[in-house]
């Protein structure tokens, strides 16, 4: 089974980590993890008087802080897992890691770090949701 979990370092995406450690115990064998981390673009007259180099090292420092405790949490469970941290329109990047990878399930979180912490479900979750053709866990 592949899983694709996507995280952002909020505590709510640390408790997706937590399911998917729960689940493996379930598992006849090990799930292949793909670790997801997708960060905003900056608005582009930022990004313009940043500088290339500075916009990069900005969305490696993030994504760092936002996969650091659930890579350490992988680890001590010893589960393999691959990387995918990308720049770009969160869901829609989800979306595309699922089908690239070929993802049996996607498990993240009810909301995140966004600028609004998801008034309701969450409008990335939610547009996962719609979006996808495998099965979505959502945890709270």
Do not use: W
Request: proline letters at 4%; glycine letters at 6%; one cysteine or more.
């Amino acid at each position: 089974m592949k899983i694709l979990l996507a995280v952002d370092g909020s505590d709510i995406s640390l408790r997706a980590v937590k399911y998917v450690l729960a689940l493996r115990k379930e598992l006849a064998k090990p799930p292949t993890v793909i670790l997801a981390n997708v960060d905003q673009p900056l608005l582009q007259r930022v990004a313009v008087t940043m500088g290339a180099q500075a916009v990069a090292r900005y969305h490696a420092e993030n994504a760092d802080a936002m996969c650091n405790a659930a890579r350490r949490m992988l680890r001590r469970a010893r589960i393999d897992f691959l990387e995918a941290i990308h720049v770009g329109d969160v869901p829609d990047t989800l979306l595309a890691l699922s089908k690239k990878h070929r993802a049996d399930q996607i498990v993240m979180g009810s909301h995140g770090n966004g600028a609004i912490r998801g008034m309701f479900l969450g409008s990335v979750s939610a547009k996962v949701i719609a979006g996808s053709t495998v099965p979505v866990t959502i945890v709270r």
